[in-house]
């Protein structure tokens, strides 16, 4: 497996990023040293995030109660990420130095102080389970949470946690061995975690606490530079080794301008003008737009702000983030990145866009009550309403409709976007011309998810594939083929063909979008085009394939809890004992199933990284040509039964 990822890898590189890849291997080698923390001594620490203090103290009840509760949950010895439970820890034992190699879901020990960084495999070795897992536990944000509890409650017990914490990681992960010092955003989320935690009370912590927090700051600011994520690789890996490089450099007074104007070009690449993220997932597209969020805070509050163009960025981000049904807001990959969080978090995307209203004082939809990051970027200006009609994000490539059918509210998104970012479009889904759909606010027609990376062998495919989404396929082939748990060796073009809304933001005005991809071409001759049109009473489907026919699958992957039954050409669809839609499709060639013991023999769904359900797939399969074939997706008004 290892030759065939790195063929699949050098395919994917242009010359000069295999001199790049060579010089790296380089460093690797002449960084191989065993000297400590020596080498590393503790600067004087200067105020990031000047007013955080302030912002903390001032904080609603609603926020005082999350924080105590996240507080609490950290000092009983209890820590809950990507979908796991870590074992409970004693009180009197709440950091100890294994804690930071322990996988939680085989429970064995990843390699500690003894190894080089860089000679444990963490892509290959799948008996040690998803690299994700032992990673999350060593970015400390617990203790931001910990902090902002101290502050209000002066609770001695967070104290001395804090202290514990900082102890054990710096004792037990010495610079550079271990897995924690692997891969560059890692270290740039720790050094942040660490950065906020000073903030808000490093007067409080004792003189070693302080000193072995300035050593982990120092060796970071060293590391982070010389294994930069470049080329392939530059997603919001970059931006989060650019944001700790920035905001390291305030807290030690060394921050270069090449790091600041490179942290404000990759805004500029992975936020597109239309606020859409690059890497065609909102989710990624949120935590990059948190680690440039709260850089502008930290560069504002110095007396240097981000430039304009910087905080439209962010700006537009958030507008997109208003077009997304809030409880169907993810697709492409997403695995639960946070730079400040309390912990779960359903609405991360949605957080973040109140936080950039907060931060530039634009009207907005506000966050949740207890929402953490309100605290350091403050509310919306004031309530927004709630968008309206079609639009269409031409940069990302996608569509997005909200309105009312048969007395319900509807919407629905149609992705005619590129596969991914860069030449591994490493985060992105074969996902084109697919559709999700909710009514009443719930999803109803969905993505299928992420569910895990590493660790998830076939079904990391499945899960990016394209049968598994709301589109056609042919042969039960991907538009795009997979070469990797993040590469693929062909891609998929799409584009948006024709758009016609009319009067988009009158409700009941009719539309039409089509759109077109490229991906079977080269193995089956043919052109599959959706063309998506408003009815009255719901959304006619057509699907083409031009140049041939072909035997194809059309698929509605159901969100789980949802049942369908079929009676000829028709499925019904219900949550409980309420009709909510019917799918009307050519024939009654049509498959619903649930589960299965290997992908593609049932519907699976991911709501979370980690997790998975079994839930209704219906499958239509029959020969589509030019000619195409129709699928009526018809919304029920509230009181048919």
Known sequence: MRIGWYINRLRSMEPAEVLHRLGEQRRRIASRRDDGWARYASPQLHPVLRGSREAVLAATPAQRQALAAAAQGTLAGQFSALGRTWPRRGTDRLFPPELWRLDPVTGGLWPGPEIYTFDIDFRHRGDRGDVKYVWEINRLQQLPPLAAHLLLAGDDQSRMAIEAAIDSWHGANPPFRGVGWASGIEVALRAISLIVTMDLVGDRLGAATRQQVGEILAASAYWLPRFPSRFSSANNHLVAELAGQYLIGLALETVSDAVRNALLAEAHKQILADGAGAEQTPTYAAFTAELILLCAAAARQAGKPFPSPVEARLAAFANFVGWLPPKAASFGDNDEGRVLTLGDEPGYVQSIAAAIHGFLQMPGIAAAPGDFRALFFGAPSEPAPVSHGLQTFTQGGLSVWRGEMNGRSIDLTFDHGPLGYLSIAAHGHADALSLTLCIDGEPVLVDPGTWLYGSGGIWRDWFRSTPAHNTLNIEGKSQSIIAGE?????????????????????????????????????????????????????????????????????????????????????????????????????????????????????????????????????????????DGVKTHLTIMAPSQR
Do not use: C
């Open 486 to 626: 993040f590469n693929w060796s062909h891609k998929a073009v799409a584009a948006l063909m024709e758009s016609e809304p009319g009067m988009e933001s009158e409700p009941g005005t009719h539309w039409r979008l089509r759109a077109r991809h490229d991906g079977y071409r080269s193995r089956f001759g043919v052109v599959h085009q959706r063309t998506v049109a408003y009815q009255a009473d719901g959304i006619l489907v057509t699907d083409q394939l031009l140049g041939g026919k072909r035997v194809a699958e059309v698929v509605f992957q159901l969100a789980a809890g949802l049942g369908a039954y079929r009676d000829g050409d028709t499925v019904m669809v219900l949550r409980g004992e309420e009709p909510l839609m019917t799918i009307r499709l050519p024939d009654v060639a049509v498959d619903i199933r649930a589960g299965g013991e290997a992908p593609g023999q049932g519907g699976w769904v991911s709501p979370r990284f980690g997790a998975r359900q079994p839930a209704e797939r219906i499958a239509w399969r029959g020969e589509v040509g030019e």
